[in-house]
C-alpha cells in the first residue's frame, strides 16, 4: 500500500498538469512502513536557462539484492531515455544514497522536451511503480520493519533538508511558517505513532 495515494489510482495526465503549472513541483509517494518497496519521486525544475529532471524509485537500502529486485527490471527502461534525456551531470555525493542506478536525472533546454521525452518517462517509471505496488508483499520481520522505519526516517529528513522550494517558500510565508510546514506537514514521518524516532 502507499500512504500518499490509494493503490493503484492515478491520473497521469492530471498528476502531469499539475506539474507543469508549478515552478518547483515536487511529487513523492511513501509506502506503508510495512513493505520494503522504494520511494517515488519527481521534481521538475523550471529555470530562466532550461529544466532540472529527477526521476527515480528511490531504495530503501543501498544493497545489491534490493537493485536486483526493484532497479535492474527499470534499467531497460531508462537507458532507453538516455538519447532524448542524457545525463544531467554530477549531484552532491550525500545525496547519492538516495538514487537508485535508473535515477533519470536530466537538464532538458527546451519546454517541448519536457512536455513529450519527460512526460512519457514520467508516465513509464510511475507505471513500473505502481506494478511493484501490486506485486508488493507485506513485511514482517521486526529486525527488516525496523530497518525500513529507520531508511523512510532518514529519506524523509534528508528530503525536508533539501526541499527545493524552501527558497519560493520564505520569500512568501516567511522563515518561521516555512520550517514548520515542510517536516511537519510535506514529510512529518516522524509525528507517525507508529515510528519509534531513533535519537
Not at 502531469?16 to 510495512?34: Q, T
Not at 532540472?52 to 544493497?63: E, N, V
Not at 555525493?93 to 519527460?118: G, I, K, N
Not at 529519506?155 to 520564505?170: F, I, Q, S, V, W
Request: a negative charge; proline letters at 9%.
Amino acid at each position: 500500500g502507499i500512504r500518499s495515494c490509494p493503490n493503484g489510482i492515478f491520473s497521469f495526465a492530471l498528476i502531469w498538469r499539475y506539474l507543469l503549472c508549478k515552478k518547483l513541483p515536487n511529487f513523492v509517494i511513501f509506502p506503508e512502513l510495512n513493505y520494503d518497496l522504494p520511494f517515488f519521486g519527481a521534481d521538475l525544475v523550471t529555470l530562466p536557462g532550461g529544466h532540472l529532471i529527477a526521476i527515480d524509485m528511490q531504495p530503501l537500502f543501498p544493497t545489491e539484492a534490493y537493485q536486483a529486485k526493484y532497479s535492474a527490471p527499470v534499467m531497460g527502461m531508462f537507458q532507453r531515455y538516455q538519447k532524448d534525456l542524457p545525463w544531467g551531470g554530477d549531484f552532491p555525493e550525500e545525496a547519492q544514497a538516495f538514487f537508485s542506478p535508473a535515477f533519470l536525472w536530466t537538464r532538458p533546454a527546451e519546454t517541448a522536451d519536457v512536455e513529450t521525452h519527460v512526460f512519457q518517462a514520467f508516465q513509464d517509471y510511475l507505471e513500473a511503480y505502481i506494478g511493484f505496488v501490486e506485486q508488493a508483499e507485506p513485511v514482517t520481520d521486526p529486525e527488516r520493519l525496523a530497518a525500513i522505519k529507520q531508511s523512510q526516517l532518514s529519506y524523509a529528513r534528508y528530503r525536508a533538508e533539501k526541499d527545493p522550494a524552501r527558497g519560493m517558500l520564505t520569500r512568501f510565508y516567511g522563515p518561521e511558517w516555512t520550517e514548520e510546514y515542510i517536516p511537519g506537514f510535506l514529510f512529518d514521518l516522524e509525528k507517525d505513532p507508529r515510528v519509534a524516532i531513533a535519537a
